[in-house]
């Protein structure tokens, strides 16, 4: 017997803008501005464990400071404090010129011009800018000052004439417009595109500082996050390691929780492959143009056999679209919905005798351990009372779990975990849970025993 779930849903369309697909590297967008000044990345503990991992020789470098001996990482860190520079910069900066992140025996030579700046190839560098300290604090002062973004501030443009919206081409040929300022100070910095950008392929040029900076520092999510690029409406689910467009409004309040998008940079966003965008939200209908009508659950279209289970699932026909074949094609497909399906769309039944919550679909019970849980998964979803008796007929399935997307804890734990393909994945640290976006007031205290219905998975980490 077809059980019957009625749902009124009212459709207001309200288009999101799409980004184009960009290529791997945007030559015209290396980073942004703010990725460029931002002088609070890294913490100083931060960027001495991206030295340790990286097993650097500058892990355990000390040199002389303004005050004494100094270690790389509070050279970089200071650096870029004073200037208002990211720390990020600094490391990819000395890795482009002199390999002095991965490189555990370093030449003196490479030290001395760590930065590449005022070290003219096949020339000895001016005793000014000689050693690893000058070499940070010189080119930092450069960029900060009137041959970079102070002639930018100035004048629209660097010493060397690059400026956003100025087409110039590099010294491999390469026509460039840079989108911002600090692409333009790249570019002035390094005016080669070089091997990883279709440039000159006999060194890595600006490219190879896009490459870096997208390996080390580009920040990756776990499946159930929510993107959205800055100064953009458009959101994405990362799914399967892809974004997926959210078409539409409606599908992106129905479906999921606004609060939690996580706003990222257009080069971050271009680190992940299109996916399939979602045009609906669930339990919406829709009618191909051959007739058969199609309901969306779970992100899959199950078509409807006939009129009279189409009834039996208590819709009414003028809640029904037309769809476009392109519409219904970019939708995965489910088993089609039958008369002997029990609540194909999903019910909430709620014991009389003992007050607990089950989830009823296709005839399967699935338990509910805490309202937090509920909350998550059927925001808004009417709930029917009903005896246990009735509840207990259904064969019993797996647990319900939050959703993915969710940041969660218990007291009792202390840690707090993101809820990816049904797994609990912890947070390494703070730091990475702020650097990555998340807001502490999104984190749902739940029970452990809650929790534990998910299985633990790797930590997540900045690096």
């Given at each position: 017997m077809l059980k019957r779930t009625v749902l009124i849903l009212i459709i207001i369309f309200f288009a999101l803008p799409l980004s184009a697909s960009a290529a791997f590297y945007n030559?015209?967008?290396?980073?942004?501005?703010?990725?460029?000044?931002?002088?609070?990345?890294?913490?100083?503990?931060?960027?001495?464990?991206?030295?340790?991992?990286?097993?650097?020789?500058?892990?355990?470098?000390?040199?002389?400071?303004?005050?004494?001996?100094?270690?790389?990482?509070?050279?970089?860190?200071?650096?870029?404090?004073?200037?208002?520079?990211?720390?990020?910069?600094?490391?990819?900066?000395?890795?482009?010129?002199?390999?002095?992140?991965?490189?555990?025996?370093p030449t003196q030579q490479q030290l001395d011009r760590a930065a590449g700046y005022g070290c003219p190839d096949n020339s000895s560098c001016d005793p000014d800018y000689r050693g690893f300290f000058n070499q940070i604090y010189q080119s930092a002062e450069a960029i900060r000052g009137t041959k970079y973004l102070g002639g930018i501030a100035q004048n629209g443009s660097t010493i060397s004439g690059w400026g956003p919206g100025i087409t110039k081409t590099t010294l491999d040929g390469?026509?460039?417009?840079p989108e911002n300022a600090a692409t333009a100070v790249l570019y002035t910095y390094t005016p080669w595109v070089g091997a990883y950008g279709g440039g000159d392929q006999s060194f890595g040029g600006t490219s190879l500082f896009a490459k870096l900076w997208r390996e080390w520092f580009?920040?990756?999510?776990?499946?159930?996050?929510?993107?959205?690029?800055?100064?953009?409406?458009?959101?994405?689910?990362?799914?399967?390691?892809?974004?997926?467009?959210?078409?539409?409004?409606?599908?992106?309040?129905?479906?999921?929780?606004?609060?939690?998008?996580?706003?990222?940079?257009?080069?971050?966003?271009?680190a992940y492959e299109d996916g399939l965008p979602i045009q609906f939200p669930n339990n919406v209908l829709l009618q191909s143009p051959q007739g058969t009508v199609y309901i969306v659950i779970n992100g899959e279209k199950r078509g409807i056999v006939s009129k009279e289970v189409l009834s039996d699932l208590?819709?009414?026909?003028?809640?029904i679209i037309p769809a476009s074949w392109s519409e219904l094609n970019s939708i995965a497909n489910g088993d089609p919905v039958t008369g002997s399906d029990v609540y194909p769309t999903g019910i909430l039944l709620q014991s009389k005798q003992t007050g607990g919550v089950s989830y009823i679909e296709n005839g399967i019970r699935h338990s509910i351990w805490s309202k937090e849980i509920l909350r998550s998964r059927f925001k808004n979803r009417a709930i029917i009372q009903t005896d246990q008796a009735e509840i207990d007929s259904y064969a019993?399935?797996?647990?319900?779990?939050?959703?993915?997307?969710?940041?969660?804890?218990?007291?009792?734990?202390?840690?707090?975990?993101?809820?990816?393909?049904g797994e609990k994945r912890?947070?390494?640290?703070?730091?990475?849970?702020?650097?990555?976006?998340y807001r502490w007031e999104n984190i749902v205290y739940t029970s452990v025993q809650a929790l534990n219905i998910h299985p633990t998975g790797s930590a997540i980490d900045l690096e």
């Open positions: 030559l015209n967008n290396i980073i942004t501005d703010s990725e460029l000044t931002d002088n609070n990345a890294m913490s100083l503990s931060r960027i001495q464990g991206f030295l340790n991992d990286k097993g650097s020789y500058l892990a355990n470098y000390l040199t002389d400071g303004l005050d004494g001996p100094k270690s790389a990482a509070e050279i970089i860190y200071d650096a870029a404090n004073l200037y208002e520079l990211s720390p990020k910069y600094f490391l990819v900066r000395i890795q482009v010129e002199q390999s002095l992140i991965n490189d555990s025996s390469i026509a460039i417009t580009t920040r990756h999510y776990p499946d159930g996050t929510l993107l959205q690029k800055y100064g953009s409406s458009g959101v994405y689910l990362i799914q399967n390691g892809k974004k997926k467009p959210i078409w539409n409004r409606t599908a992106l309040l129905a479906n999921y929780d606004a609060r939690k998008i996580i706003l990222v940079t257009d080069n971050e966003l271009a208590g819709f009414n026909p003028e809640e019993s399935g797996d647990p319900v779990k939050f959703k993915d997307g969710e940041l969660v804890t218990a007291r009792e734990t202390g840690i707090v975990y993101v809820i990816s393909n912890p947070f390494k640290s703070g730091d990475a849970f702020n650097s990555l976006g």
